[in-house]
């Protein structure tokens, strides 16, 4: 995982829109162990704002050294939208995780992080 550095220029857009993404996936655990419906909600909102701030960090700086790092937050942000619920996000999921799998340019551990884990939770509707 890279870390953006205090020495990198923390008033430029780059830096600006990947702290934007770790700032929303900090809000995926509302509630820890113990989520509330309130915090499933903030989680779903925090999961899809990650994607969303990955999706445009992707986009305005594709030639970023933090490009590779916003896809697999990308992927995070589905992951923890689709565990508090969100249908929508799951299906994203499972459609990325294929397509990142079928893609011969994939990095391996690209792949490794986008493979859903499984668990015993019940998908929320």
Known sequence: ????????????????SFAAIKTSL?????????PSEQDLDT????????????RKFIHDFPASKLAEEAEAL???????ASIAGDTNSAAQLKQRTD???ANPKTADDLITKA???QTTSNTRH
């Open 74 to 80: 990308l992927t995070v942000g589905l992951y923890h």
């Open 26 to 34: 900090s809000r995926t655990h509302a509630g820890r162990d113990k």
């Open 115 to 117: 493979r859903p884990r």
């Open 1 to 16: 995982q890279t870390n953006i550095r205090p020495s990198d220029d923390a008033d430029s857009p780059e830096f600006k």
């Open 99 to 101: 397509d990142l799998i």
């Open 43 to 54: 989680r779903r909102t925090a999961g899809n704002e990650t994607v969303e701030n990955a």
